[in-house]
Structure formats: structure tokens, C-alpha cells
């Protein structure tokens, strides 16, 4: 008779772990709460009939090549603009990262070689690089040796040195120009941290690599599309999911994967939780909000700089001071800043599935507080309108979300957090609690495998594939 296994939650993980059971023939049930799968990777029409906007995720850079998924060989139409990103400046050309290295660098004047210098070495390493950044616990010391040898010691030690500095620090130590600089620390605000804190250069390295080594591809008809893919791939290997179906407290099974925040886990296991691992799960912190709008537009977003319509992403906060003072705000004194760094999103441009002909849909957030309550929309927009002149006039409807807004469509943004938790210094590799095996929780048979597990959040699964493949050695499947 089959083994049993219960997965909470159809997000990416939860859905990983799911088809990583149910290959290993165990008789696997995934319960979401919502009447839609995906957590994170949802499409709706949130603003006008026809108009098709990413819920959460939009642009996934480590959805086609996460090693897990490259294994699973989704049927995904993976689509991706001419450049990754473009960074638009009030007085000067925008800065565009693409998939050449070298013009990249090109774009970046008296930085060029500064540029080559840093990422080149990392973008050719990038299967070596990505084993070593979305390692699964418990750590592997191959792939980290391998990429000694392939970088050398004294370029190994320099790079180790930069991702796990804070980008402010890096980006003023490697390059001299505003170009460069700003570019760099549009990449690093990703992290959700002060730009002055470690590692947040770590996140604009792993970004930029990325543009270069796979692109940052976005799905046809939206991040749905990555979730339906998931979900095709765990029916044909038997699983089963059934949505509206909300858990409210663990449930009895050979195996059970909870893909969840730690707060949502300590409610769900109640008395069953010990003492010692519920302290600790309380000490988990989690990072800076988002608040996010949805635009139904009339055409394409009117960019000054028409540079900017060649990248999926465009990154709005000017110069490298502004995104440094910007990020400092919500990230560590717990305040709204007047004008905040953008990160928007046009995939209509490339994806004719998101808008009728002729109109467009466009995506953004800014990070505020935790838990905020504070509309930003009239600041989100002139920091667009700054850039694009007349694109007020283009939005039919709009959609804002804010922190509880986000937590209501997915009880893992905790407060709005994207991330799944903190990724600082302290918390990227101790996520939930210090362990060697984090996935792995006191309750017999439950393990945690959302975004508050290595590696953390992102749409790539393996916090999911790595729980599951834990599991399974606890119950004696290889």
C-alpha cells in the first residue's frame, strides 16, 4: 500500500514537493486554500475584462533554469525581452542590462572593463555558481570546491568578499560612474534590504549574472501559466489537488510538507509544536512590505528614453543616491519615503495574451514598511510619469494591493513580505531556525519547505524539491 503524503499550499515549492513524492510513489494530496493554484504564480483580471495581470511574481529569471525545474521540462512558453533591464536616468541615456556581457559593459562608458571584470567570470561559471546559491541543506561541499577551481583562488575570494558585502560598499569600491553605480544598486534593492547592509550586493550579483547566463524570462499568459505547468506535471505522476480546501490544523499522514510561513505553521500545529521550536519559530523575522498596482492601459507606457522599451523590467529610482536613501526608508527606519524605487514590469509589450489589441498591461511595486497601511499610488505613479510623460493619461483602471491586501491573496506574505522572511546575513541560511536540516521540523513526519527555507523565496522550487527529498530519506524512499 502506498505511502500517504499531505503538501499545505500550491505555490512553488509546495507544488515541487508534491511532484518529487508523488515520482517516488508515494500517494500525494495537495490542499490550497484559495479556489485558484499557484500561491505566488497567479494571473488574474484584476482591473478590467481582458486585461490579464501577475497577482505576486512576474518575471522569473530562475523559473526556466532552476535545476529542478530544468529537470521537470515544463511545457511553458517562455518569452523574453531584448534586454533584461533597462534603468532610465533624468539627464542621461538608460542603462541596459542584456545578455551580452560586453554590451552591457558597452552602455557603461568608463566602467566597461570594471563591469567584464566583476560578472563575466561569475556569468561563465553560472551552473557552478547556481548550485552554490540555491544550495539545498544539508550544504554540499562539491559544488562550492568546483567553482574555486573554475574562478581561481584570488577571484574566488574577491567575489566572495563582494556577495556577501553590502551593495553600497561594492558598487562605490568597483565603479566610478553614475551609470554603473545606479544600475548595480537597482539589482541589490531586490533584496528588500538597506543597500548599506550585508549581503545585499549579493542579489545584484546573482541578477546581473543571471541577465546574462539564462535571461529573465517571463511565461505566455502570465505566471499562471508556470503554476498550470507544475500542476500538469504532479497529475501525471499521480498526485491529486484540491483547491478550496483550507487545513486548519496538521493533519495525519506518512508525510506532510508544509509550504508556509513559520507563523502559519505554529497555528496549524497548535500543542503539537514543542516548547523550544515554537520560540524560536517566533523569533522569525520577516522583512519590508510591498505595495503593489495593476494598470489596464490604453497603449504602451510613453518612456522618454525609448531604450526603456526594450526590457520586461524597468527599474525606477534615478540615481544611485536616491535608490540608497529610497530603500533605507521602509528597509530599516520603518518609513515611507517620498519617492520610492519602482520596479515595473511591461509584458504586454512581448505577450500578446495580457491585454485586447492595442492596450497594455503594466505591473509595479515599491517596498514600504511591513504591514503598511499607507497608499502609495500617487507616489508609484509620479515616479513613473517622471520618466514617462502622458502616462497618466493612458490608465484605464487600476488594481493596488497593499501589505494586507498581498497577505489576504497569500497568507505566506506575511505583512506583505515577498521574500518569505528577512534575507540578511543572519537569516539567509538560518531560515526558519538554526539547523542543519531546516526543512525537517520536531513533529514527526512534518517538514517546512516554503520561501523561510534555504534557499528562500523566488519562484524556483528548490526549497520544495529539497524538503520532499529529505522526507523521503526519513521514511527509507530513495
Not at 123 to 147: C, G, H, M
Not at 176 to 181: I, K, Q
Not at 408 to 433: E, I, K
Request: hydrophobic share 40%; net charge neutral.
Amino acid at each position: 500500500m502506498a505511502r500517504k503524503a499531505v503538501v499545505i499550499g500550491s505555490g512553488p515549492n509546495g507544488l515541487a514537493a508534491a511532484i518529487t513524492l508523488a515520482r517516488a510513489g508515494l500517494d500525494v494530496v495537495v490542499h490550497e486554500a484559495s479556489d485558484r493554484i499557484g500561491g505566488g504564480m497567479r494571473t488574474e483580471e484584476l482591473t478590467l475584462p481582458g486585461f490579464h495581470h501577475d497577482v505576486c511574481s512576474a518575471i522569473h529569471p530562475l523559473g526556466r533554469s532552476s535545476a529542478g525545474f530544468r529537470e521537470l521540462e515544463l511545457d511553458v512558453d517562455w518569452l523574453e525581452s531584448p534586454a533584461c533591464v533597462a534603468h532610465p536616468f533624468d539627464d542621461e541615456e538608460a542603462a541596459l542590462l542584456v545578455r551580452s556581457i560586453d554590451d552591457t559593459a558597452a552602455g557603461l562608458g568608463a566602467d566597461a572593463e570594471a563591469y567584464r571584470s566583476l560578472i563575466g567570470p561569475i556569468a561563465q561559471s553560472w551552473r557552478t555558481v547556481e548550485q552554490v546559491l540555491l544550495a539545498p541543506f544539508p550544504l554540499d561541499s562539491r559544488p562550492p570546491l568546483r567553482l574555486l577551481r573554475e574562478l581561481g583562488v584570488a577571484r574566488s575570494a574577491r567575489t566572495l568578499r563582494a556577495a556577501l558585502g553590502p551593495a553600497r560598499a561594492v558598487a562605490e569600491r568597483a565603479f566610478t560612474t553614475e551609470r554603473a553605480r545606479g544600475l548595480f544598486a537597482g539589482n541589490a534593492a531586490h533584496s528588500m534590504l538597506p543597500l548599506e547592509r550585508r549581503p545585499s550586493a549579493a542579489f545584484a550579483l546573482a541578477l546581473l549574472v543571471m541577465g546574462h547566463a539564462v535571461g529573465w524570462p517571463f511565461a505566455r499568459g502570465g505566471s499562471q501559466s508556470l503554476a498550470d505547468a507544475l500542476a500538469d506535471c504532479l497529475r501525471a505522476s499521480g498526485g491529486e489537488i484540491r483547491t478550496s480546501s483550507p487545513i486548519d490544523e496538521l493533519p495525519r499522514a506518512d508525510v506532510v510538507l508544509c509550504d508556509v510561513s513559520p507563523r502559519e505553521l505554529l497555528r496549524l500545529g497548535g500543542a503539537r509544536v514543542p516548547d523550544r521550536y515554537a520560540r524560536s519559530l517566533r523569533q522569525f523575522r520577516h522583512g519590508p512590505g510591498a505595495f503593489k498596482l495593476d494598470w489596464a492601459l490604453a497603449g504602451p507606457i510613453p518612456w522618454r528614453d525609448a531604450r526603456c522599451a526594450q526590457a520586461a523590467t524597468v527599474h525606477l529610482g534615478g540615481s544611485f543616491g536616491e535608490i540608497v536613501e529610497s530603500e533605507r526608508g521602509p528597509c530599516e527606519r520603518g518609513h515611507i519615503v517620498e519617492r520610492p524605487f519602482v520596479l515595473l514590469a511591461q509584458p504586454s509589450l512581448w505577450d500578446d495574451t495580457r491585454a485586447p489589441a492595442g492596450h497594455h498591461t503594466g505591473w509595479a511595486y515599491c517596498h514600504v514598511p511591513n504591514g503598511s497601511t499607507v497608499d502609495m499610488t500617487d507616489a508609484m505613479e509620479a515616479q513613473v510619469e517622471r520618466f514617462a510623460p502622458g502616462f497618466r493619461e493612458l490608465v484605464l483602471a487600476r488594481s493596488a494591493m497593499g501589505p494586507a491586501d498581498l497577505a489576504a491573496h497569500n497568507r505566506n506574505l506575511v505583512g506583505g513580505d515577498l521574500n518569505g522572511g528577512l534575507m540578511d546575513l543572519r537569516q539567509l541560511y538560518t531560515r526558519p531556525v538554526v539547523s542543519r536540516v531546516p526543512y525537517r521540523t520536531p513533529i514527526p513526519g512534518v517538514y517546512l519547505c516554503s520561501a523561510s527555507t534555504p534557499p528562500g523565496g523566488g519562484v524556483h522550487g528548490m526549497c520544495g524539491f529539497a524538503a520532499a527529498k529529505v522526507a523521503l530519506g526519513d521514511i527509507g524512499v530513495r
